[in-house]
């Protein structure tokens, strides 16, 4: 018996086409007719803002929104990750700034003692 990897591969064919030309059964072709109609009951999805900025961004391209150069390249998305990041960036500064604080003030009180053991 031959290995499977000697023997010569099958050409790949597309698998919808494939599926399309296999005969259906009658349950199969009921089943497909209720998903479809479930689907069609389903409430349609909100437009997101990545939706909603495409779409602005298409009517852009086509030259039919005027809009600032300013905002051209601002995402909405991006503008919330930017805001966190500068938040944590803020709160970062500070508390290096205590610590730098903190340590000057230990030498001044180390520098105070030893002018005061002196004297």
């Known amino acids: 018996m031959a290995e499977p990897r000697d023997q010569p591969r099958k050409p790949r064919r597309d698998v919808e086409r ?3 030309e ?8 009921q089943l497909e007719a209720h998903l479809k109609s479930e689907n069609e009951a389903l409430p349609g999805r909100e437009p997101t803002a990545k939706k ?6 298409a009517k852009i391209a086509a ?5 600032r150069w300013s905002e051209m390249n ?6 919330q990750d930017i805001e966190d990041h500068t938040k944590h960036q803020h709160a970062q500064d500070l508390r290096r700034q205590r610590r730098q604080f ?8 180390g520098q105070e003692e030893r002018q005061d053991d002196e004297a």
């Not at 296999?22 to 072709?29: D, F, I, N, R």
């Not at 909603?52 to 961004?57: K, L, S």
């Not at 903190?102 to 009180?109: A, D, P, V």
């Open 18 to 20: 494939y599926l399309s």
């Open 22 to 29: 296999l005969p259906k059964s009658a349950k199969q072709l």
């Open 52 to 57: 909603e900025w495409v779409a602005e961004q």
């Open 63 to 67: 030259g039919e929104g005027q809009v």
């Open 74 to 79: 601002d995402f909405p998305h991006g503008r």
């Open 102 to 109: 903190e340590k000057e003030m230990k030498e001044l009180k």
